[in-house]
């Protein structure tokens, strides 16, 4: 993973990584351990339901003790990253793409498809879109698919309008003028000399984001138009301890725990990244 | 270049047609998502024991028989004379449901936003006046704290500590009208009571409202608080501000006087979105706390496919959200006088 963070030292070259890089490589080295190998961490089944060891609170045999059926909730909460993380990673990355071309193709094509690229863009960003996706993940049946489809149809216009306004100045460059005297094709100069240049910012918003969308896919799930049971996942995880958070805390506080600090990591890493690389 | 003055008169206009094209958009998506209902609200109408031939009788009656564009063009007429149907869960007509649970759910909104934004605000001008120091510490961790921490975890822990353990608030629901005998005037707890006087019945609502209020202080004052510091900030780097602190105003006057107006701008519009993105926010609240209000009767019409229900609630805080956008546009010229003289 790159930062923003500047370059010392040649190009390509070894250079010592930035305090910023390595907590960037040790977030996605988690993840990606959390995604692939979950049952590497998780000492118990997530699934396997064990009447005699309901409410057990936090302590050595059961890490944030177990729930109302008596599952161990550590390991649901390790194994529900697969649901938690990977369902925001989705969105996130299936907006920024989509909004990244969208947004690179309105600049180009300029004039009046521009304009009305924009307006579409204005127009989903009109929306409240919080209600927007409970109402479209309700009408698509409650599940971890209609959640994804509901937020990741909300969070595209962000990206595209951000990129446009970057594309529209990169078009203005010096070094653009001259790719074009050399002769580049329009794509050419857009995908080799233009788009990657916005990937700096694309990257920070990227990392908050994604702390966003995993607040957002949590609090989906926790209103029932999430995963639903017994699927392990956070937001679905915080609903069922509700109706016991009284008598039994810990089902509820610590997987919220985690949603909280993944979130805050998510999103103190992409401020550090921003204020490392400037502003453009 | 159109010439100002035809500018200046069509500006409204195209504002107005800009909100219509919003709001039709808005009923025309949340109809099309109340056709794809994986449920049949014609079945969800005649009840479980309804046999085939009432079921298609409830369907005729209800219009869904129809071709699409027909539904679509009565849903249209409805609209317009304000019959949002009737909710499947509740049996009554969805306005109905919708206004008696407006108030409190604009009581939770009211309070809260007041109170975030008169936080965010002077916290982010403490930040900006005084940018070194212990202080900038507690800030910036409440500025990052503020923005990643989940409405559902605040909410349950302040529940589980203060409510269930410390007990002093109540678990859940908004006042309690019917058990105190305070006639229903506005619907919101608060201003009830104050109406009768009674300073014990004031500090029953106000015992109600700590907790869903605290939650979304908590998870909303941390926009407006950065916001209002970069902002201000970004105008202490002015060369006016240079030039003043040359003439030996006082920094104090710099600040309060000249500064703090030009920079409020961009806070008051965040503020704006902030209240028009409050209704979906409180959704997850009033479910934590079983407050009566606009999204706890979301929340059960999602839960039950309402899709009457669900349609109306979309399609109001759309509406909402669109109008305080609109005001906020409206608003700008009267803090910045150089937009006035542009307009």
Known sequence: MTTTEPTSGAVGGWRRPTPTELWAGATVLVIAVLLIAPGWIAPLDPYRLDVSQRFRPPGAGHLFGTDDAGRDIFSRVVYGARNSIGAALIVVTVAAVFGVVYGAAAAWSGGILDRILMRVVDLFLAFPYLVF????????????????????????????????????????????RAARTLGASGPQILRWHVVPHTYDAVLVRYTLDLGQALVALTGLSFLGLGAQPPTPEWGLMIADAKQYALTAWWAAVLPGAVVFLTALNFMSLGDRMRRAGGTR | MRPPVARRLLKPVTGLAWILVVVWSAVSVTFLLSRIVPADPARLAAGLDAGPEQVAQVRAEMGLDQPLI???????????????????????????DLLSALPASLELILVSSLIYAVLGVLAGIAWAYWPRGPHTLLLRLGAVVGVAVPVFWVGLLLQIVFAGRLRWFPVAGNFDFEGTGVPRVTGMGLVDTALTGDLTLVGEALRTLALPVTTLVVTHFAVAMTLMRS?????????????????????????????????????????????????????????????????????????????????????????????????????????????????
Not at chain 2, 245 to 252: I, L, M, S, T, W
């Open chain 2, 70 to 96: 027909v539904q679509y063009g009565r849903y249209l007429g409805d609209l317009l004379t304000g019959d949002l149907g009737r909710s499947v869960q509740t049996r009554q007509p969805v306005l109905d």
């Open chain 1, 133 to 176: 996706a409970m109402a479209v993940a309700a009408s698509l049946g409650r599940g971890l698919t209609a959640a994804l489809v509901a937020l990741t149809v909300l969070w595209w216009p962000s990206y595209a309008r951000m990129v446009r306004g970057q594309v529209i100045s990169l078009l203005r460059d010096r070094h653009v």
């Open chain 2, 231 to 343: 902002s201000l900030e970004e105008q202490l780097r002015r060369p006016y501000v240079r030039t003043a602190r040359a003439r030996g105003v006082k920094e104090r006057r710099i600040v309060f006087a000249d500064a703090l107006r030009n920079a409020l701008n961009p806070v008051v519009t965040m503020l704006g979105l902030q209240l028009g993105w409050s209704l979906g926010g409180v959704v997850i609240i009033e479910v934590i706390f079983s407050w009566p209000g606009l999204g706890l009767y979301a929340y059960h019409a999602f839960s039950a496919f309402d899709y009457n229900a669900i349609m109306a609630v979309t399609l109001l805080s759309t509406v909402a959200f669109v109008l305080i956008n609109a005001l906020v546009g409206a608003i700008y010229p009267l803090l910045d006088p150089r937009l006035k003289e542009a307009r």
